[in-house]
């Protein structure tokens, strides 16, 4: 056999360079950021090409090494979700529990002290999912979700707190699940949910009015831990003629001084 003949098995494989390394983990985590926001039941390979713009072989690539290191698994025949890397890291029911009890006297404080309503959220994939609310002493409350209650992530001011919260690429991926959805809410679009946002970041605090309910205007922040990482979002709603502008600022004020007041932080 000719020495300067190489069978298969002893090609060496060229090494990706950094560029080619960096493309590679952007579309996994982008595939990730779609498993996490996509439903209970998962996603199908289809909808992660839609939402990703990847081919369908290069969504099963990914998935394939996603699957083997644990961080996504199937969750039925076609469909995929988080896997059990992600569960640990994900709030269990329990965790949710605990949660709810640590922000309890939160909104208590803010409850208390603006007379409204106030409202405590988590993320559940693209939803957002209610956890903890308190019922202030003004005649006239503005009960818009109950314990329990899911709604996409966005359309109310907790869960649009927790959402502007998020890198670029998760509320990309959170707004492409929910697109269908998003008309139900008073007329809401990814358009406009990208507006409100981009002007939550720039404000410091959510504000939506009009969307999940009508003549109601309400106030959110999202609450992080001592390691800044986003556990959260928390509100008050009100009607909109007791929401003007300089008492929205001082709920808000509220909001920060009842979360840092109970061991939690706020942006």
């Not at 969504?59 to 290191?69: D, F, G, T």
């Not at 469909?79 to 890291?89: H, I, N, S, V």
């Not at 949710?96 to 405590?120: K, N, T």
């Not at 007329?187 to 009009?210: C, D, I, K, P, Y």
């Amino acid at each position: 056999m000719n020495e300067n003949v190489c069978l298969p098995d002893e090609i060496t494989r060229r090494k990706p360079s950094a560029g080619e390394e960096s493309k590679t983990l952007s579309r996994g985590l982008a595939v990730m950021d779609a498993v996490l926001a996509g439903p209970q039941e998962g996603m199908r390979v289809a909808e992660l090409c839609r939402q990703t713009g990847l081919e369908r072989a290069t969504i099963y690539r990914l998935l394939a090494a996603l699957q083997e290191a644990r961080y996504v698994t199937l969750v039925s025949r076609y469909r995929y979700g988080p896997g059990e890397r992600w569960k640990a890291l994900v709030p269990c029911s329990k965790q949710r529990e605990d949660l709810a009890q640590r922000l309890a006297p939160v909104l208590a404080a803010i409850s208390e002290g603006c007379g409204d309503a106030a409202f405590a959220v988590v993320r559940d994939g693209g939803l957002s999912h209610c956890i903890a609310r308190h019922v202030g002493s003004y005649p006239i409350q503005i009960l818009v979700i109950q314990v329990g209650t899911r709604q996409p992530l966005g359309v109310g001011a907790a869960g649009l707190a927790l959402l502007s919260a998020l890198a670029d690429r998760e509320v990309e991926a959170v707004l492409d699940v929910n697109a269908p959805a998003l008309a139900l809410y008073g007329g809401m679009t990814q358009q406009r949910l990208r507006l409100l946002v981009q002007a939550t970041r720039e404000r410091g605090w959510s504000l939506v009015g009009n969307h999940a309910t009508q003549n109601v205007l309400a106030v959110g922040l999202p609450v992080c831990d001592a390691s800044g990482d986003v556990l959260a979002g928390i509100s008050v709603a009100a009607t909109e003629n007791r929401m003007p502008r300089e008492r929205q600022r001082r709920i808000v004020q509220l909001m920060r001084k009842s979360l840092r007041a109970h061991g939690f932080d706020a942006f």
